[in-house]
């Protein structure tokens, strides 16, 4: 039985950032990303904002993926879709980056649920199986679809300007980036404690209780697919000012291994998971390349390849050791912390 | 008045398996109505007939004297139709909180761009559905304990608690319980059938169950039908269905005959 008022009760139980301690590590963590820039150098800020679209890339796939419960082979395509299309807006019709961007994102969903749409009929593999099927295809099309996209060579576009400022240092496209994501991460946070958030995660528990509570499947699941490519089409975008190039090979298979990976060993199902698996796919291969070149130069080569046998070792141990990701590890460590020295 | 719910001439076939064979049923509102028979009768079926999974040869299903036979779960729901499963089907990797919330899923408006915004409505849409659910369900059950916890830690009983739960926060006009008490210990098992009882008596919610406990079946319902291989083989009072031949018949040939009816081997 609860006493006292309900109303601001309920309102405060049910607020973003609920506890004091988690306000207080959302400080952490604005502080940080607003004093780096002054402090990194370029190549950190280069890392950062590469950061920062994985991060807006792996929640996306997090929301079909560990959200929704279906597996998609696929997300660089729909990455691919954002960035070609924000090329050849800004290419071709002039647009602004604002517009752009949005419409990158808006462009890649339509595509999206065009491939979501055998979801309704197959489920697990064979899902995964028609999702890889349109990262072929989507593939096929960057290579050959030559006056939009440039063939192979890809091509090329002008940095993003808003107010005269043209967004082309790590510095300026750092915030660019980071505003994104931000507004991306409230988004699917703000998604997942209401009602549409809810059914995706009802559809990937149990699909024959969602319908009974009323949730359309299929409805649901291409809602899932539009979000997640439209997430994609975003990173896709930021992913062509920051290159101010777009080429088949920035958007193959491998890459939607890399996002998949990401929120598995970030941990699937919780927006943190997205932030730090693709926090840690990104580092990891860059440390261990300076751990490399530490043994010298003659090392590099043959060491190379011993950094990319870590990098898979790493991701192994994950799924063994921790299957619900660094998300969860995080958790532990609260606990302890929490826990640690006054309470029992 | 016309029984909020008409089942009428069902027939449902796997293979060669006939799970419902021409069955008819009638429930009435505001009552409480027990389908009974051995195992593989075919009550399960009858009920995701009932909810739309399983598609009937033939017959039809009338709620409220709306023809639903052929309208798929979700619309159902929001018609008012509402259940359980034999097999606990709970959402498990939510907190017992989220899965009472998405009972009301259909009562809910809030759309994706209100959702991720937490604009204004969607934030006090949110709110309100946390008050309701705290009253009318959580304090209801008396689950405030465990709101929080996540579904798949809690012991079986406790499982089958938040599962109702869930079914009263859709504000159901007709639910259906598919062996609510299985698997309870007596005081779980007394709780429930309260619980049942209440939600008749508070809510005036028309309840349509499957129970293998007859002490719970004769103690709570107003009528009892009884399936054998997908067929009706009796209906009407409890006390009237405990003495028919055909079902005192089935039940002994049923190796749990005695432990499943009691009363009814002093009949015969
Ligand atoms: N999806 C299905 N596919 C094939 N056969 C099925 C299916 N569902 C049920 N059956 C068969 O239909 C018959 C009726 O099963 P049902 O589950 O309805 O019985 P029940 O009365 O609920 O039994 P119990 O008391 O054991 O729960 C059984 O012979 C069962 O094997
Ligand atoms: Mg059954």
Same mark, same amino acid.
């Given at each position: 039985m ?8 309920y ?13 207080? =590590? ?10 780096f820039?002054?402090?990194g ?11 920062g ?5 792996a929640?996306g ?5 560990g ?13 691919g879709?954002?960035?070609y ?7 071709n ?5 604002y517009?752009c961007?949005?419409l990158g ?5 339509a595509?999206?649920?065009v491939v ?10 064979? $899902?995964?199986?028609?999702?890889l ?7 096929? +099309?960057?290579?050959? =679809? ?5 063939g192979?060579r890809?091509?090329s576009l ?18 660019l980036?980071?505003?994104?994501m931000?507004?991306?991460? $409230?988004?699917a946070?703000?998604l ?20 009974v509570?009323?949730?359309? $499947? ?27 190039v ?12 890399f996002?998949?990976?990401?929120? +598995?060993?970030?941990?699937?199902g919780?927006? $943190?998971?997205?932030?730090?698996g693709?926090?840690f796919?990104t ?11 530490i043994?010298?130069?003659g090392?590099v ?14 991701i ?9 990701g ?15 020295p006054?309470?029992? | 008045m016309?029984?909020l719910?008409?089942?009428?001439g069902? *027939?449902l076939?796997? /293979?060669?398996v ?5 069955? *008819? ?5 505001g ?17 995701n007939?009932? *909810? ?6 033939t017959g ?9 036979t ?26 017992? @909180?989220?899965n009472?919330? &998405?009972?009301q ?5 809030? /759309?994706?761009?209100?959702? /991720? ?7 006090r849409?949110e709110i ?5 659910i ?7 059950? %008396?689950?405030?304990h ?5 579904v ?5 009983? &406790?499982?089958?608690?938040v %599962? @109702?739960a869930?079914a009263?926060a ?5 639910l ?7 698997g309870?210990n007596?005081?779980?098992t007394e ?5 049942i009882?209440?939600v008749r ?6 309840v ?15 009528h ?10 009796g209906?009407?009072?409890p ?14 040939g049923?190796?749990?005959? %005695? ?10």
């Amino acid at each position: 039985m609860l006493i006292g008022n309900f109303k601001e009760r309920y309102e405060a139980d049910e607020a973003i950032f609920r506890t004091t301690r988690s306000r207080v =590590w959302l400080g952490i963590a604005v502080a940080l990303i607003v004093a780096f820039p002054f402090v990194g150098n370029s190549y950190h800020l280069y890392m950062a904002g590469l950061i920062g679209i994985n991060i807006i890339a792996a929640t996306g796939i997090n929301i079909l993926t560990g959200y929704t419960g279906l597996i998609s082979l696929g997300h660089a395509a729909f990455m691919g879709v954002g960035a070609y299309t924000v090329a050849w807006l800004s290419n071709n019709v002039g647009l602004p980056f604002y517009i752009c961007l949005p419409l990158g994102g808006l462009v890649a969903a339509a595509v999206g649920v065009v491939v979501g749409i055998p979801s309704l009929r197959i489920k697990g593999l064979y $899902l995964a199986i028609a999702t890889l099927a349109a990262q072929f295809i989507l593939g096929f +099309v960057f290579n050959e =679809w030559e006056p939009v996209t440039g063939g192979g060579r890809g091509t090329s576009l002008a940095a993003a300007e808003i107010g005269g400022i043209v967004l082309d240092t790590e510095f300026e496209l750092y915030w660019l980036i980071v505003v994104v994501m931000v507004l991306a991460l $409230l988004f699917a946070r703000n998604l997942f404690r209401t009602r549409v958030g809810r059914a995706f995660i009802a559809v990937r528990d149990r699909d024959i209780s969602a319908e009974v509570m009323g949730i359309n $499947l299929l409805r649901t699941k291409l809602t899932a697919f539009a979000l997640s490519s439209f997430y994609a089409g975003l990173a896709g975008g930021l992913m062509a000012y920051f290159f101010k190039v777009v080429s088949p090979e920035q958007y193959t298979f491998s890459v939607s291994i890399f996002m998949l990976a990401a929120v +598995v060993v970030g941990g699937m199902g919780t927006i $943190l998971g997205g932030i730090l698996g693709a926090i840690f796919m990104t580092l990891i291969p860059e440390i261990l390349g300076e751990i490399t070149q530490i043994f010298g130069a003659g090392a590099v080569a043959m060491l190379s390849s011993a950094r990319e046998v870590v990098f898979g070792l790493l991701i192994v141990g994950f799924l063994v050791f921790e299957p619900r990701g660094l998300a969860q590890i995080w958790k532990r460590i609260k606990r302890v912390y929490e826990i640690w020295p006054f309470r029992t | 008045m016309a029984p909020l719910l008409e089942v009428q001439g069902l *027939s449902l076939a796997f /293979g060669g398996v006939q799970a419902l064979d021409n069955v *008819s049923l009638d429930v009435e509102e505001g009552s409480i109505t027990a389908v009974i028979g051995p195992n593989g009768a075919g009550k399960t079926s009858l009920f995701n007939t009932i *909810s739309g999974f399983y598609r009937p040869q033939t017959g039809r299903i009338l709620l409220e004297g709306t023809d639903i036979t052929h309208r798929p779960p979700p619309k159902r729901a929001a018609l008012g139709l509402a259940r359980t499963f034999q097999n606990i089907a709970l959402f498990r990797g939510m907190t017992v @909180l989220d899965n009472i919330k &998405l009972g009301q899923h259909v009562h809910m408006k809030t /759309g994706l761009l209100a959702a /991720g915004l937490y604009l204004g409505w969607a934030q006090r849409e949110e709110i309100a559905l946390r008050e309701e659910i705290e009253h009318d369900v959580i304090d209801f059950l %008396e689950i405030d304990h465990i709101r929080n916890a996540p579904v798949a830690a809690l012991p079986y009983g &406790l499982q089958k608690r938040v %599962e @109702l739960a869930r079914a009263l926060a859709m504000k159901p006009r007709l639910l259906l319980l598919d062996e609510p008490v299985a698997g309870m210990n007596r005081e779980e098992t007394e709780d429930m059938a309260r619980f049942i009882l209440d939600v008749r008596e508070e809510r005036g919610i028309t309840v349509l169950l499957v129970e293998h406990d007859m002490d719970v079946v004769m103690d709570i319902s107003d009528h009892v039908a009884v399936l054998n291989f997908g067929r009706e083989i009796g209906a009407g009072s409890p006390a009237a269905v405990r003495d028919m031949p055909a079902v005192i018949e089935a039940y002994l040939g049923h190796a749990d005959a %005695e432990a499943d009816m009691p009363g009814a081997s002093g009949a015969s």
